[in-house]
């Protein structure tokens, strides 16, 4: 089997990806090299398998087994990072990549601090050191450009009030309206790993596309990589899905001029125009509190972290009683200032009552 490893050229000792530096490194005896210089080493010949294979560490020579969506690894006895080459050539070749560039140390430093800030989990979640385990995975997406022909039709009206005399008329005068619109998203993201939560990979968004590059398999080395479990098209209805609130969003803020107007017809015609395989990077952490593992995914270009950590019943119930004491307050304060009101009327009434009393006396 085909299996890529990155040898120092000074020391002999494995080479990894240095997301700080953006290097292939050396950190035996500090070599670093630039990626872009590299000849990448994977054959274009055509490879698909749906089995668990079997590879060897040209390091160690132990025995690396991985399943059919594994494209990059680590050697579990020595350590050295390992490309399957064969995983990632033909028709599974990505064309893009978005590299790391948040380092293992930074992404756990800014984690402890997101897990620190959360308002409403427990006390020992923020302040323990609970990290049970963190990969870097570069997941595979799928990049489309569609470009989308909108039919809409619908009807609108324009109400106009006005008075003439004694009477006030409202006026309706209803319209037929269409709108023909040409949409085109570029690079709609959405993946394409199985074993990865889509609710997870949609809340990291956006990735800095502006940090594309042309697909080499040093990018890969010191991390974990999944090659993708489902083509472009088996995916086409998500990423229609996806685009679909976007493009009613254009239809809507087309219209105006009315007093109202709904849409009665919509054809939408979407063609892909382009679809890209690339790999973006994430770091996975799987957190254990309270005898519970909870898993999380932080961004490996922004830093952004998501996920559902644990909550606190007490800061909860605590959060609620704030929050209903600031509307009673508010309540109360606005129910003082309508009784002020009140009172200051019947003040004003008595003193006119008052005014008048005295007039009829004065007349008598």
Same mark, same amino acid.
């Given at each position: 089997?085909?299996?890529?490893?990155?040898?120092? *050229?000074?020391?002999?000792?494995?080479?990894?990806?240095? !997301?700080?530096?953006?290097?292939?490194?050396?950190?035996?005896?500090?070599?670093?090299?630039?990626?872009?210089?590299? @000849?990448? &080493?994977?054959?274009?010949?055509?490879?698909?398998?749906?089995?668990?294979?079997?590879?060897?560490?040209?390091?160690?020579?132990?025995?690396?087994?991985?399943?059919?969506?594994?494209?990059?690894?680590?050697?579990?006895?020595?350590?050295?990072?390992?490309?399957?080459?064969?995983?990632?050539?033909?028709?599974?070749?990505?064309?893009?990549?978005?590299?790391?560039?948040?380092?293992?140390? @930074?992404?756990?430093?800014?984690?402890? +601090?997101?897990?620190?800030?959360?308002?409403?989990?427990?006390?020992?979640?923020?302040?323990?050191?609970?990290?049970?385990?963190?990969?870097?995975?570069?997941?595979?997406?799928?990049?489309?450009?569609?470009?989308?022909?909108?039919?809409?039709?619908?009807?609108?009206?324009?109400?106009?009030?006005?008075?003439?005399?004694?009477?006030?008329?409202?006026?309706? @005068?209803?319209?037929?309206?269409?709108?023909?619109?040409?949409?085109?998203?570029?690079?709609? *993201?959405?993946?394409?790993?199985?074993?990865?939560?889509?609710?997870?990979?949609?809340?990291?968004?956006?990735? &800095?596309?502006?940090?594309?590059?042309?697909?080499?398999?040093?990018?890969?080395?010191?991390?974990?990589?999944?090659?993708?479990?489902?083509?472009?098209?088996?995916?086409? &209805?998500?990423?229609?899905?996806?685009?679909?609130?976007?493009?009613?969003?254009?239809? !809507?803020?087309?219209?105006?001029?009315? #007093?109202?107007?709904?849409?009665?017809?919509?054809?939408?015609?979407?063609?892909?125009?382009?679809?890209?395989?690339?790999?973006? *990077?994430?770091?996975?952490?799987?957190?254990?509190?309270?005898?519970?593992?909870?898993?999380?995914?932080?961004?490996?270009?922004?830093?952004?972290?998501?996920?559902? *950590?644990?909550?606190?019943?007490?800061?909860?119930?605590?959060?609620?009683?704030?929050?209903?004491?600031? #509307?009673?307050? !508010?309540? +109360?304060?606005?129910?003082?200032?309508?009784?002020?009101?009140?009172?200051?009327?019947?003040?004003?009434?008595?003193?006119?009552?008052?005014?008048?009393?005295?007039?009829?006396?004065? #007349?008598?």
């Amino acid at each position: 089997m085909n299996v890529i490893e990155y040898k120092c *050229p000074n020391c002999g000792s494995g080479m990894v990806f240095d !997301s700080e530096k953006g290097t292939l490194t050396c950190h035996s005896c500090g070599r670093q090299d630039n990626i872009e210089q590299y @000849q990448d &080493p994977l054959s274009q010949q055509a490879f698909s398998s749906d089995e668990v294979q079997e590879y060897h560490c040209t390091s160690c020579g132990a025995v690396i087994i991985a399943d059919v969506e594994t494209a990059a690894t680590m050697c579990n006895f020595c350590g050295s990072a390992v490309v399957l080459g064969d995983r990632l050539s033909g028709k599974l070749a990505p064309s893009l990549i978005i590299p790391f560039s948040i380092s293992k140390e @930074q992404a756990t430093q800014a984690f402890k +601090k997101w897990c620190r800030n959360g308002r409403l989990t427990p006390s020992g979640f923020m302040a323990a050191n609970r990290i049970k385990g963190m990969t870097g995975v570069y997941v595979p997406f799928w990049l489309y450009e569609l470009h989308n022909k909108v039919d809409a039709h619908g009807h609108a009206t324009i109400v106009r009030t006005y008075t003439r005399g004694d009477y006030r008329y409202t006026e309706t @005068q209803h319209f037929n309206i269409y709108r023909g619109l040409h949409l085109n998203y570029l690079r709609v *993201p959405i993946d394409s790993s199985k074993k990865m939560d889509d609710g997870l990979m949609d809340r990291l968004e956006p990735f &800095p596309y502006d940090q594309l590059r042309n697909f080499k398999t040093p990018y890969l080395a010191g991390y974990v990589a999944e090659k993708y479990s489902y083509t472009d098209s088996e995916l086409l &209805p998500r990423a229609k899905d996806k685009i679909r609130s976007y493009i009613e969003e254009s239809i !809507s803020s087309s219209v105006s001029g009315y #007093s109202t107007f709904l849409f009665t017809d919509k054809q939408i015609d979407t063609k892909v125009m382009n679809a890209e395989y690339c790999m973006v *990077p994430v770091w996975m952490f799987q957190y254990d509190y309270n005898r519970k593992s909870y898993t999380f995914a932080m961004n490996g270009q922004t830093g952004k972290v998501v996920g559902k *950590p644990p909550l606190s019943m007490g800061k909860m119930a605590a959060w609620f009683a704030g929050i209903a004491s600031v #509307s009673f307050l !508010s309540l +109360k304060i606005i129910s003082w200032a309508m009784e002020e009101g009140s009172c200051e009327k019947k003040r004003c009434i008595t003193r006119f009552d008052s005014y008048i009393a005295a007039s009829s006396r004065l #007349s008598n």
